[in-house]
C-alpha cells in the first residue's frame, strides 16, 4: 500500500485549501480512506473518513460542517477540501488507508496508533490568523 498525499500550503483564516491522497497497491473499493493531522509534541487525530466502497463518510466535531471527504475510486484518489480555515487547523496532514474489514470508524479515527494501517508522508498545512 503506498499514500501520497498533496495540496498543503498556506492560507489566511477563512481561506480553503484542497488536499488530494492518491492510493496504489491496494483494491480501492476494500479500503476506507482517512486523513489525520497533527501538531508538534500531539496526537494524530483523526479528522475525516470515506469508505470507498459505499462513500459512507464520517466527520470529527472539530472539522463538522467546513471540510468535506470525497473519492474518485476511477483515479484512486480521496480529496479532502477544507473551507472557512482557522489558525487551528494549521497541523501536519496525513491520509491513512485501512481495510473495511472489520474496521471500527471510531475507534481508528479517535486511537490510530491503536489500529494497523497504511500511512502517506504528510503534507502541512498553515492558517495565519
Known amino acids: 500500500v503506498q499514500l501520497v498525499e498533496s495540496g498543503g500550503g498556506f492560507a489566511q483564516t477563512g481561506g480553503s485549501l484542497r488536499l488530494s491522497c492518491v492510493g496504489s497497491g491496494f483494491d480501492f473499493d476494500d479500503y476506507a480512506i482517512g486523513w489525520f493531522r497533527q501538531v508538534p509534541g500531539g496526537d494524530r487525530v483523526g479528522i475525516a473518513m470515506?469508505?470507498?466502497?459505499?462513500?459512507?463518510?464520517w466527520y470529527g466535531d472539530s472539522v463538522k460542517g467546513r471540510f468535506t471527504i470525497s473519492s474518485d475510486n476511477a483515479k484512486n484518489t480521496v480529496s479532502l477540501q477544507m473551507d472557512n480555515l482557522k489558525p487551528e487547523d494549521t497541523a501536519v496532514y496525513f491520509c491513512s488507508a485501512k481495510s473495511l474489514s472489520g474496521l471500527s470508524v471510531k475507534g481508528w479515527m479517535f486511537r490510530p496508533d491503536l489500529h494497523s494501517s497504511s500511512w502517506g508522508q504528510g503534507t502541512q498545512v498553515i492558517v495565519s490568523s
Open positions: 470515506i469508505g470507498l466502497y459505499d462513500h459512507s463518510t
